[in-house]
Nanobody, 118 residues
Framework: QVQLVESGGGLVQPGGSLRLSCAAS????????MGWYRQAPGKQRELVAT???????DYADSVKVRFTISKDNIKNTVYLQMNSLKPEDTAVYFC????????????WGQGTQVTVSS
């Protein structure tokens, strides 16, 4: 079973930036489309950014232009560069491989908390 370890979250002021990382164990990473999800308090987990095995990226409208997803197949790591952060970006962020309909394929990691506040 693949293990996912997210890191890089923290407290940042509105307009600030953070770079999240997600390291995956094993070799399955490079054969799967990957995504970043987030879950805000009291809300359902949502998919905000995806990257295919060939490197094509897509984003939810709420983060388009501000967030950039990338990956390193050598390090089995997917990244999320978040710029121009807003208070509504506050959430726990998770990564996972993407299955049918955007559903996650692997067990969740612990996530990394992002708090945007002045």
């Amino acid at each position: 079973q693949v293990q996912l370890v997210e890191s890089g979250g923290g407290l940042v002021q509105p307009g600030g930036s953070l770079r999240l990382s997600c390291a995956a164990s094993g070799s399955a990473f490079r054969f799967n489309n990957m995504g970043w999800y987030r879950q805000a308090p009291g809300k359902q987990r949502e998919l905000v950014a995806t990257i295919t095995t060939s490197g094509a990226a897509d984003y939810a409208d709420s983060v388009k232009v501000r967030f950039t997803i990338s990956k390193d197949n050598i390090k089995n790591t997917v990244y999320l560069q978040m710029n121009s952060l807003k208070p509504e970006d506050t959430a726990v962020y998770f990564c996972n491989a993407i299955g049918r309909g955007g559903s996650p394929k692997w067990d969740w990691g612990q996530g990394t908390q992002v708090t945007v506040s002045s």
